[in-house]
T-cell receptor
Framework: DGGITQSPKYLFRKEGQNVTLSCEQN?????MYWYRQDPGQGLRLIYY???????QKGDIAEGYSVSREKKESFPLTVTSAQKNPTAFYLC????????????????FGEGSRLTVL | GQNIDQPTEMTATEGAIVQINCTYQ??????LFWYQQHAGEAPTFLSY????GLEEKGRFSSFLSRSKGYSYLLLKELQMKDSASYLC??????????FGAGTTVTVRA
């Protein structure tokens, strides 16, 4: 079945450690996104990519890094520079919105919950 | 930046109707989405509006007024499984979907 797979589902890290969250999709979508969700807040965009080997910063990119070497994969690294990394991280993908041929609807993975000890 | 407002919480009784309002001020408009999110899970798509009017899909309906920057999601014949967070999201000119903080709906027996 087509979909988006995130791993790990739960992750614990010590302060000062970098961690990488995996996101893989087999929907043949061009665009992929990383969102962060905190209690009582909406989803905030960290990074997005509309094509292989290209990505742009979202609203809260500081302390995070990404790569897009393959269409199917968009891993997110939470670096030690991220001051408050404990959160629920959601990866999503979409056909690139054109407003004519598609709506840009997002399809989400199951999420990864990161806790810093 | 984009500004999307929706109530934080709503409570309703099983079998009743609840209306969740969403107002927005964004840089351009290319559509409005409603997503449902159960606690600890990923959001799932409910509806999409790009033209003014009402879109009905079973027990759920979504309304849009572009001139007023306003939408609502109407949940009818509420069931316990409808207890969840409902996210309003707007697609502005840069096509980066922007989300409101979400409305937590609690359905009581």
């Amino acid at each position: 079945d087509g979909g988006i797979t995130q791993s790990p589902k739960y992750l614990f890290r010590k302060e000062g450690q970098n961690v990488t969250l995996s996101c893989e999709q087999n929907l043949n979508h061009d665009a992929m996104y990383w969102y962060r969700q905190d209690p009582g807040q909406g989803l905030r965009l960290i990074y997005y990519s509309q094509i292989v080997n290209d990505f742009q910063k979202g609203d809260i990119a500081e302390g995070y890094s990404v790569s897009r070497e393959k269409k199917e994969s968009f891993p997110l690294t939470v670096t030690s520079a991220q001051k408050n990394p404990t959160a629920f991280y959601l990866c999503a993908s979409s056909l690139v919105a054109s407003g004519v041929t598609n709506t840009g609807e997002l399809f989400f993975g199951e999420g990864s919950r990161l806790t810093v000890l | 930046g984009q500004n999307i407002d929706q109530p934080t919480e709503m409570t309703a009784t099983e079998g009743a109707i609840v209306q969740i309002n969403c107002t927005y001020q964004t840089s351009g408009f290319n559509g409005l989405f409603w997503y449902q999110q159960h606690a600890g899970e990923a959001p799932t798509f409910l509806s999409y509006n790009v033209l003014d009017g009402l879109e009905e899909k079973g027990r759920f309906s979504s309304f849009l007024s572009r001139s007023k920057g306003y939408s609502y999601l109407l949940l009818k014949e509420l069931q316990m499984k409808d207890s969840a967070s409902y996210l309003c999201a707007v697609l502005p000119n840069d096509y980066k979907l922007s989300f409101g903080a979400g409305t937590t709906v609690t359905v009581r027996a």
